[in-house]
C-alpha cells in the first residue's frame, strides 16, 4: 500500500528546495519546467513569480538557451503571458550576449505598459528593465528609471521606494529631471520617533570601610546585604584605624572616593582586600 502523502497535491517550494539542496539542479529545472507547461497549471496566476524564480535560481551558465526554449513554449500554450514574459526573455537574451534581442523586447514591453492606466501598469518593470539594460544602453536605463520613478510619484508610493527608485538612476547617469519631486517627496516623510531609553533611578551608593585583619568572610556577608538594596563601594582604611563602628565612618566620609573599590568585582579582577590574588581565588572564593 502507497502511503497516503503520494495521493495529495505536489509541494512544488519543498520538492524543489529538496532537489536543489541535494546537488540536482537540472532536477530542479526539470522539475520547475514540468510544473509550468502542466495543463492544470494554465491560468494560474503565480507562474510569472516561478519564471522568475526558474530564471534566478536554477538557470545555471549554459541553460540559458534551454529556459529561452521553455518560456517560448509556455506562451506557445498561453499566449496572455507574451508581455509579462519580455522581461524575463530579455534578462535571457542579455545572458547570452544578445543586446539587441534584449533592448527590443524591454523596449516592446514598455510601449505595451505605456497604454495602460497608471495604476494597472506593472511598476516591477523599471528597475528590472533599467538592470537589463544598463550594461548595454544607460541612456535608455536611465529613461525607464525616470518612467518608474513618475509611476511612483503619481501614485504616491512610499518614500523608501522613490528613494531607492532614485538611488538607482544616479547610477545610470546622476539625478534625473524629477530630482526636486523627488526630494520634495522623500523630505515630506515624517521623520521616526527616536528611541527613547527608560529613566532607570541609580540606587545610592553605601561606602563601607575595609581595615585589614577584619573578619573577610564577615565583610563579605556585609557587602552581599548591602548591595541588596545599594551600590556598594569597598573604603580601604589604615592599619591603625578607629576600631569603633563610628569612628571608621566618620573616616570613611574624610577620605577621597576617587580610591573607593567597587563591589563586588569581576571574578578575575584584584580583589578588594588588596592581597594581589584574583577575587575568585581569595575573597570571593566559595571555601
Same mark, same amino acid.
Given at each position: 500500500?502507497?502511503?497516503?502523502? !503520494? #495521493?495529495?497535491?505536489?509541494?512544488?517550494?519543498? =520538492?524543489?528546495?529538496?532537489?536543489?539542496?541535494?546537488?540536482?539542479?537540472?532536477a530542479a529545472w526539470e522539475l520547475l519546467a514540468d510544473a509550468l507547461m502542466d495543463p492544470r497549471a494554465r491560468g494560474d496566476r503565480r507562474i510569472p513569480a516561478?519564471?522568475?524564480? +526558474?530564471?534566478?535560481?536554477?538557470?545555471?551558465?549554459?541553460?540559458?538557451? @534551454?529556459?529561452?526554449?521553455?518560456?517560448?513554449?509556455?506562451?506557445?500554450?498561453?499566449?496572455? !503571458?507574451?508581455?509579462?514574459?519580455?522581461?524575463?526573455?530579455?534578462?535571457?537574451?542579455?545572458?547570452?550576449?544578445?543586446? %539587441?534581442?534584449? !533592448?527590443? !523586447?524591454?523596449?516592446?514591453?514598455?510601449?505595451? +505598459?505605456?497604454?495602460?492606466?497608471?495604476?494597472?501598469?506593472?511598476?516591477? #518593470?523599471?528597475?528590472? =528593465? %533599467?538592470?537589463? =539594460?544598463?550594461? #548595454?544602453?544607460?541612456?535608455?536605463?536611465?529613461?525607464?528609471?525616470?518612467?518608474?520613478?513618475?509611476?511612483?510619484?503619481? +501614485?504616491?508610493?512610499?518614500?523608501?521606494?522613490?528613494?531607492?527608485? @532614485?538611488?538607482?538612476?544616479?547610477?545610470?547617469?546622476?539625478?534625473?529631471?524629477?530630482?526636486?519631486?523627488?526630494?520634495?517627496?522623500?523630505?515630506?516623510?515624517?521623520?521616526?520617533?527616536?528611541?527613547?531609553?527608560?529613566?532607570?533611578?541609580?540606587?545610592?551608593?553605601?561606602?563601607?570601610?575595609?581595615?585589614?585583619?577584619d573578619d573577610l568572610r564577615a565583610l563579605e556577608a556585609r557587602f552581599r546585604k548591602a548591595d541588596l538594596e545599594t551600590r556598594v563601594a569597598v573604603v580601604r582604611l589604615?592599619?591603625?584605624?578607629?576600631?569603633?563602628?563610628?569612628?571608621? +565612618?566618620?573616616?570613611? %566620609?574624610?577620605?577621597?572616593?576617587?580610591?573607593?573599590?567597587?563591589?563586588?568585582?569581576?571574578?578575575?579582577?584584584?580583589?578588594?582586600?588588596?592581597?594581589?590574588?584574583?577575587?575568585?581565588?581569595?575573597?570571593?572564593?566559595?571555601?
Amino acid at each position: 500500500m502507497l502511503p497516503d502523502h !503520494l #495521493f495529495g497535491p505536489l509541494d512544488l517550494d519543498a =520538492a524543489l528546495e529538496r532537489a536543489y539542496d541535494r546537488g540536482e539542479e537540472k532536477a530542479a529545472w526539470e522539475l520547475l519546467a514540468d510544473a509550468l507547461m502542466d495543463p492544470r497549471a494554465r491560468g494560474d496566476r503565480r507562474i510569472p513569480a516561478y519564471v522568475v524564480e +526558474l530564471i534566478d535560481d536554477y538557470t545555471l551558465d549554459g541553460w540559458e538557451q @534551454d529556459t529561452l526554449d521553455l518560456l517560448h513554449d509556455l506562451i506557445g500554450v498561453e499566449p496572455e !503571458l507574451t508581455g509579462p514574459l519580455r522581461t524575463p526573455m530579455a534578462e535571457l537574451h542579455g545572458q547570452l550576449g544578445d543586446s %539587441a534581442t534584449a !533592448l527590443r !523586447l524591454l523596449r516592446t514591453r514598455r510601449a505595451e +505598459l505605456a497604454r495602460l492606466p497608471e495604476d494597472e501598469r506593472d511598476e516591477e #518593470f523599471y528597475p528590472a =528593465a %533599467a538592470m537589463i =539594460a544598463g550594461p #548595454f544602453d544607460p541612456g535608455f536605463a536611465a529613461d525607464l528609471l525616470d518612467e518608474g520613478l513618475r509611476l511612483a510619484l503619481d +501614485l504616491g508610493r512610499p518614500p523608501a521606494t522613490v528613494r531607492y527608485l @532614485d538611488l538607482l538612476r544616479r547610477r545610470f547617469g546622476g539625478p534625473g529631471p524629477l530630482s526636486d519631486r523627488v526630494e520634495a517627496h522623500v523630505t515630506a516623510e515624517p521623520a521616526a520617533p527616536k528611541p527613547t531609553q527608560p529613566v532607570i533611578e541609580k540606587k545610592p551608593t553605601v561606602r563601607l570601610p575595609y581595615v585589614p585583619g577584619d573578619d573577610l568572610r564577615a565583610l563579605e556577608a556585609r557587602f552581599r546585604k548591602a548591595d541588596l538594596e545599594t551600590r556598594v563601594a569597598v573604603v580601604r582604611l589604615p592599619d591603625d584605624a578607629p576600631v569603633s563602628e563610628e569612628e571608621r +565612618l566618620t573616616l570613611v %566620609a574624610r577620605t577621597d572616593p576617587d580610591g573607593d573599590v567597587a563591589w563586588p568585582p569581576g571574578r578575575n579582577d584584584s580583589c578588594w582586600c588588596g592581597s594581589d590574588r584574583k577575587y575568585k581565588k581569595c575573597c570571593g572564593s566559595p571555601v
